[in-house]
């Protein structure tokens, strides 16, 4: 097989390998609610969300949210509903949790917000609302590497021009350079517009070698360590 045409095969493979959304674990503790009759459910969704019982959280934080709208329990409930896939509800609880935060969530807590609300965007194909999303969560966050990261990998998957996806992982760099996914996704974006010379020899833009080299460095038994060699033996 031609060189040239490995590396497109391999590029085939790649498509999908930008690393999945982040786990959505049950996050803070619920706060208190004003009243006594109300701690019932805290006490009860808490329960359920530790015990990752989705559809009991749903339910109790449904109540819950009903009678004392807070944006902590719109949050908690838009994870219940993301966890079980109900992506198009948890989109509608994490606007409404991203509504309620506005007047009195920290930056941080409003960058979580945010980024749950772009994983609902992408689970639903909805990329630019996704990447929208994960903008301003990076905007906010005091450690913004993980948004901007999930805005080099969203552009990937979507087939965006290399140099808008390098630059997107080259912002999650920046914020961490211990980062090892954005030097592959970055690696693998410039990878892909590489091109046959006439010598039959796979060529990449300048860049793809340090940024997949850097990845291996970083995490030599990674997850996609695999895929850089594989990618190195296409220039050979």
């Not at 630019?128 to 080099?152: E, H, R, T």
């Not at 060699?229 to 296409?234: L, P, S, V, Y």
Request: with cysteine; aromatic share 8%.
């Amino acid at each position: 097989m031609r060189r040239g045409v490995r590396a497109v095969a391999l590029l085939a493979s790649l498509a999908l390998a930008a690393a999945a959304l982040p786990r959505i674990g049950a996050g803070a503790p619920l706060p208190a609610a004003q009243s006594e009759s109300q701690n019932a459910l805290v006490a009860k969704a808490q329960a359920a969300l530790d015990a990752k019982q989705w559809p009991d959280a749903e339910a109790a934080l449904k109540q819950l949210s009903s009678s004392e709208p807070r944006w902590e329990y719109a949050q908690a409930l838009g994870t219940a509903q993301m966890n079980q896939g109900h992506y198009a509800d948890s989109l509608e609880s994490y606007q409404r949790a991203i509504d309620l935060a506005a007047k009195n969530a920290s930056p941080a807590a409003m960058a979580q917000i945010y980024t749950m609300f772009g994983n609902a965007n992408l689970k639903l194909k909805k990329n630019d609302a996704a990447i929208a999303a994960y903008n301003k969560a990076a905007a906010l966050s005091p450690n913004p590497a993980v948004a901007y990261f999930n805005v080099c990998a969203t552009m990937y998957n979507m087939g965006q021009p290399a140099a808008k996806t390098a630059a997107a992982c080259d912002k999650a760099i920046a914020a961490d350079p211990k980062k090892a996914d954005a030097y592959f996704v970055k690696g693998s974006a410039l990878y892909g517009e590489g091109a046959v010379d006439k010598s039959n020899k796979y060529v990449v833009p300048p860049g793809t070698v340090e940024a997949l080299k850097q990845y291996l460095v970083l995490a030599p038994d990674g997850p996609h360590a695999q895929d850089v060699k594989a990618m190195f033996d296409g220039l050979k």
